[in-house]
């Protein structure tokens, strides 16, 4: 099968192209810079140059495949400029299903998150819950507007679309809010303990790419919505395997939710001014998205697929042993 993938270069994608690719489908991955490709190529994908924002090269660059995994995406709490969240994750969701739609492309997959859910009244959620009414971040809210697009298209205009949930998603190669918090728990730099009471859905990388490859690989799911992710932790659990697996001690000072909230709004005010994220991932996004956390029932996923999931201090292993050798900490996991 040829497939095209938006975000074969982010963190998601990194695991995904492998995973395709041991099932022998011809890849064509969108990449936004001449050679950003490279460690694409080097297993085998093809690369284009193109970008979301522009229909003209994503209409180019998925002519004659048969399947379209759209991964591009901000992912990110803060940004200087917050209209690029909804130029790539809304108007660029808009363009890969409108080009796909005007392509004819059979199956169309599209990996949305779990937080588009905010917080619904289910507790624990699935993916027949309703929506809750707020959603808690610029990511989310614009991650919720391109599913809306998407399945407007599905709905009106036939677009054969699966959509993938992720949870809270660990593992080797994180550089964006989950893997940064890890790393600053490693190394020390994390001032304080907050939101330990905060429950996630949790789930390894590998197994969102195994969920998304299994899809892809199916005629049959039209109109299906699965969220992916088993395991529930609070923040305090999440933090004690950190310091179970690395051997490092956790941050002794425990910071109350109402000054971490309040700590991250003059933090965002001025990350806002001068142009810079703020220190330690305290920008109000991200604080809040900690506060409300989110559980969901991922079991759909291992009916409908056949997912088995992988236990997250497996993930959080591979992740801290990742950072570990790649910045060269000196700690041992044991």
Known sequence: MKVFVTGATGFIGSHLVPR????????????????????????????????????????????GCDCVIHLANVYSFWEADRHTYAKVNVEGTRHVMECALAAAIPRVVHISSAVIYGRPTDL????????????????????????????????????PLVTIMPGAVLGPGDTRATGDYIRR???????????????LTFVHVRDVAEAIALAAARDDLSGARLLVGAQRLSLRELNR????????????????????????????????????????????????????????????????LGLVYTPIRVALEEAIRAACAQERFGLATR
């Open 185 to 199: 728990l490693v190394r020390r730099s994390m001032p304080a303990r907050i939101m330990e009471d905060s429950v």
């Open 20 to 63: 395709l690719l041991r099932d022998g489908h011809a890849l064509r991955c969108l990449v936004r810079r001449p050679g950003a490709g490279r460690p694409l190529e080097e297993p085998g994908a093809a690369t284009v140059t193109g970008d979301v924002t522009d229909r003209e090269s994503i209409g180019r660059a998925m002519s």
């Open 241 to 304: 395997m950190v310091g179970e697996i690395s051997g490092v001690p956790l941050p002794a000072l425990r910071l109350p939710g109402s000054l971490a909230m309040a700590g991250a709004a003059l933090l965002t005010w001025l990350a806002d001014r001068v142009g810079q994220a703020p220190p330690w991932g305290m920008s109000t996004d991200q604080i809040r998205t900690m506060k409300e956390g989110f559980q969901f029932d991922g079991g759909k996923a291992e009916r409908e």
């Open 124 to 159: 624990p959620f699935t993916e027949e819950s309703p929506v809750g009414p707020v959603r808690f971040s610029e990511y989310a809210r614009t991650k919720y507007e391109g599913d809306r697009v998407a399945w407007e298209l599905h709905e009106r205009r036939g677009l």
